[in-house]
């Protein structure tokens, strides 16, 4: 394959037919739940049993006490940092390689979010540049578990604990993903997830999970309107509780994120299979790993070996001195051989704080808040910030988009175009 004419050149593709494998599986059990709840909207739709049943069959997969749904995991976010009603100006300290929706709930909050740099290794946070970026003003941590790798929690939480900062995790892109054992999202005070896209997709709603029964309340309250939640707990966090706790509305500044029961109900027919989706993409996975070891000019291994990852994507970087080429010319080289589920570089190789919403603070009309508070003092200045390790590693990071429902001979593909592909510009350059 060495000397093998590449498709972009002339040369005959790898694959010249359409991926077909499902990326989730749709069947009896789906359409049973969904139609439940239509044919008993009239009396059942306000009640909320099937986000009640998703709720608790999420917190008994986490082992959690509580799992509060929400509209999307950008909403999960927002209740999750609102949970702890910070004070405006506050920092929180996270990634700028992530979703936008990661930032977004810190900004609503009206608080400012700190980026720490990668670790090269693994592509998530450095646990020592999060220590470094700690000031008088920082308030929590919120690592966000990459393409489904988890992060380095016990240095997290260490850093967290001696300075005495709640962890928020953002596990949209890591469910059930595994640090040491422990499913992510349980290991800091709490977990935000997405399932719009995700590994289980309800293609929209989200879920924050918690063993605190104080931030469980508040981040229902806060997911509800605002809302202030009294007596029985577990209770009065179920909307079809029948006496137990009360809901006073309109009690503080909140937002509305509230799951509805058609979403909920693909949830209760997915979360049957979501152990199952997870270990497709790790069968998945372990073929790419097999067909791309050793390769010249490209690194997959990322995961630490005591971890689990998920693999809501597959992650991969090249080497441009290896090759002679960029992550795009590598992807279009690929695409080229009929594998079109290869993208890079991710985030069009730029972290969070060089789009403009940072760079021009473009926030709050002309305010600029809260990057520039009420009285016109700077806090914070996105242009003038620089991590190195991300700035030099993101335009290299490309990924393979997954499917639950992928066959090997699928996969097998995908691992021989990518092979081809780095050999033949490894051994020219």
């Known amino acids: 394959m060495k000397n093998e004419k590449l498709a972009i050149d002339g040369g ?3 694959r010249s037919t359409p991926f077909t494998g499902p990326k989730h599986f749709w069947g009896d059990e789906d359409i049973r739940q969904v139609t439940e709840v239509i044919k008993t909207a009239p009396e ?9 049943a998703f709720e608790e069959a999420v917190a008994k997969r986490h082992g959690v006490k509580y799992a509060i749904s929400t509209d999307s995991g950008s909403g999960a976010i927002h209740s999750a940092v609102g949970a702890f009603d910070f004070e405006p100006g506050d920092e929180i300290i996270t990634t700028p390689v992530t979703d936008i929706g990661t930032v ?30 700690i000031t008088d003003r920082t308030r929590a941590i919120l690592p966000v578990h990459l393409f489904g790798n988890p992060c380095d929690m016990d240095a997290i939480l260490d850093i967290a604990k001696r300075h005495n900062l709640p962890v928020i995790e953002d596990c949209s892109q890591a469910h059930l993903a595994e640090y040491k054992g422990r499913v992510v999202g349980t290991m800091g005070d709490i977990g935000a997830m997405s399932m719009g896209g995700k590994l289980l997709s309800l293609g ?11 931030l469980a309340r508040r ?10 939640f009294s007596g029985d707990l577990l209770t009065s966090l179920r909307p079809t509780a029948e006496g137990g706790g009360t809901e006073k509305g309109y009690s503080f500044l909140g937002d509305f994120h509230t799951m509805n029961e058609l979403t909920a109900a693909l949830g209760l027919a997915q979360v049957q299979r979501w152990d199952e989706y997870r270990d497709r993409r790790l069968v998945s996975a ?70 403009p919403v940072f760079a ?12 520039v508070d009420e009285n016109g003092n700077r806090r914070v200045d996105y242009k003038s910030l620089s991590l ?42």
């Open 44 to 52: 059942t739709w306000s009640k909320g049993h099937k986000i009640r």
């Open 104 to 133: 977004q709930g810190i900004l609503l909050q009206n608080l400012i979010p700190v980026f720490a740099d990668w670790d090269a290794e693994t592509l998530n946070t450095d646990p020592e540049d999060i220590e470094r970026k």
């Open 12 to 14: 005959t593709p790898v």
């Open 219 to 228: 981040a229902k309250g806060h997911s509800r309107k605002g809302s202030e």
């Open 204 to 214: 929209a709603g989200g879920m924050i999970v918690t063993d605190d029964d104080d």
């Open 388 to 429: 190195p390790v991300m700035e030099r590693e993101l335009p290299k990071v490309g990924w393979v988009t997954f499917r639950s429902g992928f066959s090997e001979d699928e996969v097998r593909d995908i691992g021989v175009a990518m092979r081809k592909v780095a050999l033949h510009y490894a051994a020219r350059s």
């Open 360 to 371: 021009d603070e473009r926030t709050y009309g002309t305010s600029r808040y809260p990057f």
């Open 286 to 355: 372990g073929i790419l790993n097999e067909e791309l070891y050793e390769v010249p000019g490209i690194t997959t291994k990322f995961v630490r070996d005591d971890d689990i990852a998920s693999y809501w994507v597959y992650p991969y970087k090249i080497d441009e001195d290896v090759l002679g080429i960029s992550c795009e010319e590598f992807v279009e080289a690929v695409r080229a051989e009929g594998i079109d589920l290869i993208f890079g570089p991710y985030l069009k190789g730029q972290p969070l704080y060089k789009y």
